[in-house]
């Protein structure tokens, strides 16, 4: 009998056409779910940076940038999430504070 209930798991783990193109219409080309970040604290890094996003949903990249030569933030960053559907849920929200600081939030072009 476990035999059979491996074979029913996996039937129902390999999505059939229809089902792969609707989890596709939520999964993220880069240009929709990549969101730019301004006028963050310079004292902001990527691990507070991090921390704040992955309270609405998936990351799969973010970045605070640096000034190569002086090592300072450059008040900027970008954050890509796996799904729009968080997106759409971050750029719902009227305010976002990081470390004391509102920043503003745009969809990264």
């Known amino acids: 009998s476990n035999v059979s209930s491996d074979s029913s798991n996996s039937s129902i783990s390999t999505p059939s056409f229809p089902k792969s193109r609707l989890s596709d219409l939520h999964l993220c080309n880069k240009s929709k779910c990549k969101l730019f970040v301004g006028?963050?604290?310079y004292s902001t890094r990527d691990p507070e940076f991090l921390r704040?996003?992955?309270?609405?949903g998936t990351v799969t990249?973010?970045?605070?940038?640096?000034?190569?030569?002086?090592?300072?933030?450059r008040g900027f960053?970008?954050?890509?999430?796996?799904?729009?559907?968080?997106v759409t849920k971050v750029m719902g929200k009227t305010s976002h504070v990081i470390d004391n600081r509102e920043v503003e939030i745009k969809v990264a072009v």
């Not at 704040?52 to 609405?56: I, L, R, S, T, V």
Request: hydrophobic letters at 30%.
């Open 39 to 41: 006028g963050l604290h």
């Open 61 to 73: 990249s973010s970045k605070v940038l640096f000034n190569r030569e002086t090592g300072n933030s």
């Open 77 to 86: 960053g970008f954050v890509t999430f796996k799904d729009s559907k968080t």
């Open 52 to 56: 704040y996003f992955e309270d609405f």
